[in-house]
């Protein structure tokens, strides 16, 4: 497969303003079908769910947080938010491979941080974004993406918030990157 490169000899990159208009029909698409927009932390909350439920059968039933999450008759792992992630998992991956940048497994990182120090970082970022998208029920997708589309104050509010957030705390972690 031909491998496409630009002029640095860096991976190609879909077109940022060809993949925004791609997200934002996406969107719009999603509204029509199911009435709602997109967010992956919904999978989420079936996956552990699930995992719940299949390893402390109890202890789900019995709580307020989990009982309300499963259905009587099906599992949660049939909701189409987690076929959406399975669906970015697999976009991703054919985009790696269709642009030349899946080679092995590595940890990009900086010249003044090691491998599992941007690995552990990433976790930690990771694990708090998750807890933050249950305290604002949904991820960035979900309140930003999906609420701007809609034209919700809050929705334009919390984006600002995220990417004003993102932003100012940027500069006391970027030597993670550079």
């Not at 999978?43 to 947080?65: D, G, I």
């Not at 552990?120 to 970022?125: E, K, R």
Request: net charge positive; hydrophobic share 40%.
């Amino acid at each position: 497969m031909k491998k496409h490169k630009n002029n640095n000899g860096r991976p190609h990159y879909l077109n940022p303003y060809f993949g925004g208009v791609l997200l934002g029909l996406l969107v719009v698409i999603t509204f029509y079908i199911t009435g709602r927009g997109l967010g992956a932390s919904g999978a989420v909350k079936s996956t552990v769910v699930t995992a719940v439920e299949t390893f402390a059968p109890q202890h789900a039933e019995n709580s307020p947080y989990y009982s309300k999450y499963i259905p009587e008759d099906k599992s949660p792992m049939n909701n189409w938010l987690v076929f959406e992630s399975f669906g970015i998992l697999i976009g991703g991956l054919l985009s790696g491979v269709i642009y030349g940048r899946i080679k092995k497994f590595r940890i990009e990182h900086g010249k003044h941080t090691t491998s599992s120090k941007r690995l552990i970082f990433a976790v930690l970022g990771g694990a708090l974004f998750g807890f933050g998208s249950q305290f604002g029920r949904g991820c960035t997708s979900g309140a930003a993406l999906v609420g701007s589309a809609s034209f919700s104050f809050g929705g334009v509010i919390v984006m600002l918030g995220i990417f004003g957030t993102g932003y100012a705390v940027a500069w006391f972690f970027r030597k993670l990157w550079i």
